[in-house]
């Protein structure tokens, strides 16, 4: 779906073949109702050399093995923070990857600080457990508070730097290691995709992990009538939590609708996705992104990939043109205004922006960068019929 329009007591969603640009064209439905969930991807932190081939995020490595079982390298470090880093890591050994070392760059104790939440979901404590015996069997060094800093090689990836952080996330003196690899997989969270909730008007709030997400109310309805969200454009916690929140949004839309539904069943979704909410913050408090990461990148870092933005092209906006948000940052310097629109660099430039100006990133200046005309790529051709088609109705 590259567009919803939402009009007096319908919204006409418009549909394309998804990978195909060029082929048949749009077609609409209309409808009373809308669930959307238009789940997340990977995001990103720009290390310096992570555009070279064999750098990929850790949900794409993932996905690939999954996918299609196929292994993205054969000496592989697993960087980052959060649970997710263990299942690339276990997956990557047991297809015969050599794992030189999972950094995870909080540390354990993190998951003190919110004890109720994390306990919510004992069966991820399971899991937890599982992957910390896979990790064993195959003698995968697991290592906390630690980061890739650098990743090194000339037409694609060699090695990597790792260094122990502080308790700002910034690299400490004491022992720097350089190993070999030729896959790094980066897993810093998940962003979600807000396009399509942003376009029917749902309103927004930072998440605990920083990211930008929708506002539900306690039956998924996104405060727009006819709009329910579920999974992770409601705050990011998992394939469980998404189902949960799924459920509750079909049976909620039901309702609304004037179907009988069994309320029972509504509250005892509400109190899993309660319980699941829970622990997905506690997650997000035990695994934030490290406040000091800015000060891996050197100038030459390009943060923007599409429009090859360098660290040293936002400093340069910053400081010498005097851009003191990220919305500006990306009207003078053009981090996110390439291809990919700032689904992958958007995060690391709002981060960016708090680190040059000193003051933490604000839901509007996420918004700025996570407002997106339309949801995916479509012919200009299609764009004029959908004029073509207004002005016929108008007419
Ligand atoms: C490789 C990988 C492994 C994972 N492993 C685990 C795990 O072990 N345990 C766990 O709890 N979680 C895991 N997760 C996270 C889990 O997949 C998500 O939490 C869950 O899928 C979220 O569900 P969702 O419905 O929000 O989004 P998704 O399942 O991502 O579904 C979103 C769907 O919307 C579609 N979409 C988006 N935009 C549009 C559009 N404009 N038009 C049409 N369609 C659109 C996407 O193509 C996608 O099919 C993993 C994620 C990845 C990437």
Partial sequence: MWLVQRDADRFTLHLRPAHDTVGPGTRALTARSLILCPGASDRQLPVPGWDLPGVMAAGGVQALLKGSGTLAGRRAVVAGTGPFLLPVATGLAAAGAEIVMVCEANPLRGWLRDPGGAL????KAVEGAGYAALLARHAIPYRTRTAVTEIRGEDRVRSVRIAPLGRDGRPRGGVRIEVDADLVALGWGFTPSLELPLMVGARTRVDTDGSLVAVVDDRQRAGVPG???????TGVGGAALAVREGRLSGLAAAADLGRAVDEGRVRRLQRAVRRGRRFA???HTACPVPPGWTDWLEASTIVCRCEEVTYHDLCHAARDLGARDPRTLKMLARPGMGMCQGRVCGFATA?????LTGRSPQAGDLLALARRPLAAPVALSEIAALDETAANEEN
């Avoid at 919510?120 to 069966?123: G, Q």
Wanted: charged share 15%; no cysteine.
């Fill in 281 to 283: 913050t506690a997650l």
């Fill in 227 to 233: 709009v329910y969200l579920a999974g992770e454009a």
């Fill in 120 to 123: 919510r979901e004992p069966a």
């Fill in 351 to 355: 981060q960016v922006a708090a680190a």
